[in-house]
């Protein structure tokens, strides 16, 4: 990985970024042509990030003050492995900053961040249309791995489930 990039400032969001990490993330799922199952809002980032129990952390990066990057995760334990580790839920880097090495050295620092915590391992699940971000992990030193599929269940179906005791 390099550090191409001068002047960029990263650091652990605040709830003062809840706005920006939201629509950088409103951003992917438009240049992914998923715009239409992008539902959540600032508040919900607000109430689930930065509230009394967060369901995710983030780390931003900025640009003379702006911030053009953004990686979402959460920490999990692996039971196979008996190591907690970390999961990157979404990586998004604005299309102005892309190629400067910022999507690079916000990876090195969740790396370094996540270790810090004990974490051994990094997870994540890239939209098979989008490659870009494929081919973006796999330079970074990820590899596909064969051995799991995603399940999800949703909605209406999922609220079933909850109700049958």
């Known amino acids: ?11 652990t969001a605040t709830a003062d970024h809840a706005a920006a990490v939201h629509g950088l993330v409103s951003e992917l799922a438009e240049a992914t042509g998923l715009a239409g199952k992008f539902t959540s809002k600032v508040d919900d980032f607000l109430a689930h990030g930065f509230g009394e129990s967060p369901m995710f952390e983030a780390l931003v990066a900025s640009l003379d003050g702006e911030v053009v990057a953004a990686a979402l995760y959460f ?3 692996s039971t ?11 990586l998004v880097v604005t299309e102005s900053a892309r190629g400067q090495g910022v999507g690079e050295r916000l990876m090195q620092r969740l790396a370094a961040v996540s270790m810090r915590r004990g974490a051994t391992h ?3 699940a890239v939209d098979r249309n989008n490659h870009g971000a494929a081919k973006f992990y796999e330079r970074c030193g990820l590899s ?4 799991d599929d995603i399940y999800e269940i949703v909605d209406e179906r999922f609220a079933r489930m909850g109700h049958e005791q």
């Open 75 to 77: 920490y999990t334990f």
């Open 122 to 124: 990094l997870r994540l």
């Open 1 to 11: 990985m390099n550090a191409r990039c001068t002047g960029l400032e990263i650091s």
């Open 144 to 147: 596909v791995t064969e051995a």
């Open 80 to 90: 196979w492995r008996g190591e907690p580790g970390v999961y990157l839920q979404d």
